[in-house]
């Protein structure tokens, strides 16, 4: 009996060990569970932070390139507006020879003296726009191209080595920087 009465004895502590190891094993989990939550609401909160602050440089950049664009425009604007004011601050001289010249002329009537005069502001009025880069092309006597001269009528050629060739210049044609404004209007011999 008194087999029986150790036997169950350490059958009931075999049953406690166990309730308590269970117990502790629950126990265990409840606080893995509460760290894993903690961790996770942790990582979470790191997360939501990422993206605010992602947000926030999203917002700042977007603003910035409005801004950008903004600025871009009304400088546009503003050279749009004072673009031709440099080539007619450079032309307002030439027109003041004009009305000199004209007002000589009423005064004296001396059209060999108005002539000369007109020829000199013509001078000058060609080398203030050779000073802003405009090039007269030539044309007479070299061969037709396409990408400078626009042929407005064809003619017999005088000699077979004209054909081909501009005779004449109806309109002159004029490049600005190296990039043509306007083609020569030219006479072409067949």
């Known amino acids: 009996m008194i087999e029986e009465k150790e036997t169950i004895v ?40 990422e ?9 700042r ?8 664009k903004k600025r871009n425009a009304k400088e546009r604007l503003e050279l749009f507006k004072t673009a031709g004011q440099d080539i007619v601050r450079e032309l307002l001289p030439v027109l003041d020879d004009f ?10 009537n001396n059209a060999e003296n108005f002539v000369v005069g007109l020829k000199l502001i ?12 405009l090039k007269a092309i030539d044309s007479i ?8 001269h ?11 080595e004209l054909a081909g ?3 004449d210049e109806v309109e002159t044609g004029y490049t600005l920087n190296d990039t043509i404004i306007r083609y020569a209007k030219v006479v072409v011999g067949k």
């Open 51 to 59: 993206i605010e602050e992602q947000k926030d440089k999203y917002l």
């Open 99 to 108: 009305n000199r010249a004209d007002k000589v002329y009423q005064q004296d």
């Open 10 to 49: 350490d059958a009931q502590t075999e049953q406690q060990v166990v309730e308590e190891n269970k117990n502790q094993s629950e126990s265990q989990q409840e606080s893995k569970n509460a760290a894993n939550e903690f961790a996770a609401e942790d990582e979470l909160s790191a997360f939501k932070k």
């Open 141 to 148: 006597g070299k061969d037709f191209d396409v990408a400078q």
């Open 165 to 167: 060739k501009i005779l």
């Open 122 to 133: 013509q001078e000058k009025f060609h080398k203030t726009l050779q000073n802003k880069g």
């Open 61 to 68: 950049l977007f603003a910035e390139f409005d801004n950008f």
């Open 150 to 160: 626009e042929a407005i009528a064809e003619v017999p050629a005088p000699t077979p």
